[in-house]
């Protein structure tokens, strides 16, 4: 039992840490936040992103496992889940081949860190598809099962994964933003098939439930 909390709780922190770290405006804004202000106020602002993801994610969870108890329903939530993963993959290799422009979203926006970061994150139209997407999956092939045990401690894991991810930017700063620009056509390249290839093995097992990849 322990240890597939644990496992649990590691797949979590990863497909969390690894979501946050293509560049986009929270990230980027979590470091900007750093640099002009202090590492204190980047905290609160990726503190804020957090609680609002946290929110989406359990969403997502209950969604998905409200569809579990359906199995008509069930069936085609797989499907969309091979059509979201497939969007995930275009998006990702479309990224990597155009140039990312980080404008700042600031402003010197004056208010509070932590409510500037609920508000940024809870307008943010990926997070909702994101974890719909990957708790689909997850769902569908028993990494998670529809048990509120493991739903919290996923939650706790995603958490997590989403504060080291942007701790990066507060921490790193610009550096880190140089380095990853200059390696970003290649993160996002190896995301993209991470992606595809997740696809591949969802459609592979909506068509063939009872194929070897059971």
Known sequence: MIWNFIYV???GLFVSFMGTL????LNVAAMQIATSENVKAGVRFSLGVVCVEIIYLRLSLNGVGWLVQHPVLYYWLQWLTVALLVALTLFTFRAAFHTHKNKNVLLNNKMNKFWLGVVMSAINPATLP???G???YLMTNRVLLPKASEFNIFT???GIGTVLGL???V???NYVVKRL???QKKLDIFIGCIFAITALIQAYKVMYPHGLLK
């Open 156 to 158: 706790l894991g995603a």
């Open 171 to 173: 921490y790193g700063g």
């Open 130 to 132: 994101f974890w719909f």
């Open 167 to 169: 701790g990066i930017f």
């Open 181 to 183: 620009n200059a390696n």
């Open 22 to 25: 293509p560049l986009g405006t």
């Open 9 to 11: 709780f590691g797949v």
């Open 134 to 136: 990957w708790t689909s």
